[in-house]
């Protein structure tokens, strides 16, 4: 049984394709599999995958129909024999060292889910900015968020939360794990199912472990066309898509908490980018239908928790916040009732005396 299984979802990549395997078979570490999973190409990339086989033994390649990166991840993981499971696109590399460090780590700490640091890269090989911040695991988890050490602070450091949260490349995770809680990929997501993956192993109470080491190269486009094309409907659909599992409805609450805040702050922060091209405060629709779902399945106290945590406070301006987010204690005919402004959607829940004891009923009707 080797020690890593390294999938890798491929379509139409010819151009980087080999700069990938390259940096796998680089490796100072050699005790893998590489399971490329083919997905449709129409380019050279499944002669490239051909000729990399049959120079290395390691390298398995299995074609398919196109049907997605999260069908093709699947196809991988069904037939994945390592300890640990990494992920790898197929137009990223990775540092030499990058399975030496990583596997190590992993198996002295008995890791369910490693997390490592990352680069962001140009086509150019320009490094853009490093992702990655000396985290406390503990932090992370019982106060569903992750913590940065004062050093590591940046003005915008929720830029980090969501590619340490959000990625499914700059991980491992212990194969056991993922088969004895059934976790797999969303095939229906499009969008955000690399985040939602990351959250069923989250919600699953693994042993978290963080490397302070960034390990790979993450390949962006020079005009950020990614920004461009993601908007907040994706994390809103993904979100949706979690909370209706039964891996979701059987966490604990803390991790739903942290969950659906990390959905809700990425939200955010992809409506902030320079060129998004959806406004928050226009989309009232779809706004008022994700806060109604969420109250429906799963209950207003917990969206209220997800907006009281410190970085919304350190990510927004205190106007913009209050536009987000605010809660109003008032009374009428009598009766106390709390105004709550969620996403710029208010929300009337009137709070009766019976028996001594409050008694809270909700009202899913914009104030």
């Known amino acids: 049984m080797p020690k890593i299984s390294i999938i890798i979802p491929v379509y139409n990549v010819e151009k980087y394709l080999s700069i990938c395997l ?33 120079k290395d033994s390691r390298i398995r390649v299995i074609s398919q129909e196109n049907a997605g990166v999260s069908a093709a991840r699947n196809r991988g993981l069904n037939v994945a024999n390592g300890e640990y499971i990494s992920f790898v696109d197929p137009d990223d590399w990775i540092e030499p060292d990058c399975y030496e460090i990583a596997y190590n780590k992993a198996v002295n700490t008995n890791a369910d889910m490693l997390f490592f640091g990352a680069k962001y890269v140009t086509d150019e090989n320009v490094k853009a900015e490093v992702y ?10 019982n106060n569903y968020r992750y913590i940065l050490k004062e050093e590591d602070k940046r003005n915008d450091n929720l830029n980090e939360m969501i590619h340490i949260t959000h990625t499914i490349w700059n991980k491992l995770f212990k194969n056991s794990f993922l088969k004895k809680h059934n ?21 699953s109470n693994p042993n978290i472990v963080f490397l302070p080491v960034s390990l790979y190269n993450h390949r962006i486009s020079r005009d950020n066309s990614l920004t461009t094309q993601i908007t907040p409907i994706h994390d809103i659909e993904a979100c949706k898509y979690l909370i209706n599992t039964e891996i979701f409805a059987n966490a604990a609450y803390k991790y739903k908490v ?58 927004c301006n205190p106007n913009y916040l209050a536009k987000l987010f605010s809660v109003k204690n008032t009374y009428f005919d009598g009766q106390k009732i709390k105004i709550v402004n969620i996403l710029g959607i208010k929300i009337k829940i009137e709070i009766g005396k ?4 409050l008694n809270k009923k909700e009202s899913l009707e914009e104030v």
């Open 258 to 315: 942290m969950a659906l805040q990390k959905f809700i702050m990425n939200m955010l922060w992809w409506a902030k980018q320079p060129r998004a091209r959806w406004n928050i405060f226009k989309n009232r629709k779809a706004i008022n239908e994700f806060k109604n779902y969420v109250i429906a399945n799963v209950g207003i106290d917990i969206l209220i928790e997800c907006f009281n945590y410190q970085e919304l406070k350190d990510f």
């Open 132 to 141: 990655y911040a000396k985290i406390n695991p503990e932090q992370y988890v």
């Open 22 to 54: 390259d940096s796998i078979l680089a490796q100072s570490f050699t005790d893998f599999e590489v399971i490329c999973i083919n997905d449709g190409s129409d380019d050279k990339s499944l002669e490239i995958l051909n000729e990399y086989k049959n």
């Open 183 to 203: 976790i797999k990929f969303a095939e229906n997501l499009k969008i955000a199912e690399d985040g939602v993956f990351n959250y069923f192993c989250i919600l």
């Open 354 to 357: 019976k028996n001594n004891s």
